[in-house]
T-cell receptor, first 112, second 114 residues
């Protein structure tokens, strides 16, 4: 399984964009980049995923570099409710073990 | 469309008792995963099950822990003879198991061993 490296913590001002980086230099060509977050004591929540192209949904945008060795999750207008631990996870396609492996993640603190 | 349902939300057991944690996956999901989160730590994979089969139990402690996902009914994570170190949040996730889909997690069961 490809390993990921994330900064342990980040601060962001409310209303500003939060940019969370992730390095995954050993990613294979058929492995997806997934982002989840865990708000205090709750179950992890899916945010977004991508393979090669940049992706956007109602929650966030995912920017994947052309060599796929790193990615950035962007929360365009962070709110206090976005304070959480954010996990970048490399997920092989179905049939390759299936389980998600969580690292330490990045603690994002959104401050007013 | 109910999400992943876990019960109970909170469970208190005395040392030596048994704990049974239940997980009902989302409708249409046949793959279930159990994770454990110790206080102030990350999520650790325990076991992956499909209906009536254990696919990957590489994260399960060798003793006292077992899991099942019967043909009918919820998935059960059972911990026998609980010890204080078993106190943790136990999360269940489900997926349809096809394509590159994300998992849906339940709200967890917080087990406290006294």
């Amino acid at each position: 399984d490809a390993k990921t490296t994330q900064p342990p913590s980040m601060d962001c001002a409310e209303g500003r964009a939060a940019n969370l980086p992730c390095n995954h230099s050993t990613i294979s060509g058929n492995e997806y980049v997934y982002w989840y977050r865990q708000i205090h004591s709750q179950g992890p929540q899916y945010i977004i995923h991508g393979l090669k192209n940049n992706e956007t949904n109602e929650m966030a945008s995912l920017i994947i570099t052309e060599d796929r060795k790193s990615s950035t999750l962007i929360l365009p207008h962070a709110t206090l409710r976005d304070t959480a631990v954010y996990y970048c996870i490399i997920d092989p396609p179905r049939g390759y073990g299936n389980k998600l492996v969580f690292g330490a993640g990045t603690i994002l603190r959104v401050k007013s | 469309n109910a999400g992943v349902m876990q019960n109970p939300r909170h469970l208190v057991r005395r040392r030596g008792q048994e704990a049974r944690l239940r997980c009902s996956p989302m409708k249409g999901h046949s793959h279930v995963y159990w994770y454990r989160q110790l206080p102030e730590e990350g999520l650790k994979f325990m076991v992956y099950l499909q209906k009536e089969n254990i696919i990957d139990e590489s994260g399960m402690p060798k003793e006292r822990f077992s899991a099942e996902f019967p043909k009918e009914g919820p998935s059960i994570l059972r911990i026998q003879q609980v010890v204080r170190g078993d106190s943790a949040a136990y999360f269940c996730a489900s997926s349809p198991g096809t394509g590159a889909h994300g998992y849906t997690f339940g709200s967890g069961t917080r087990l406290t061993v006294v």
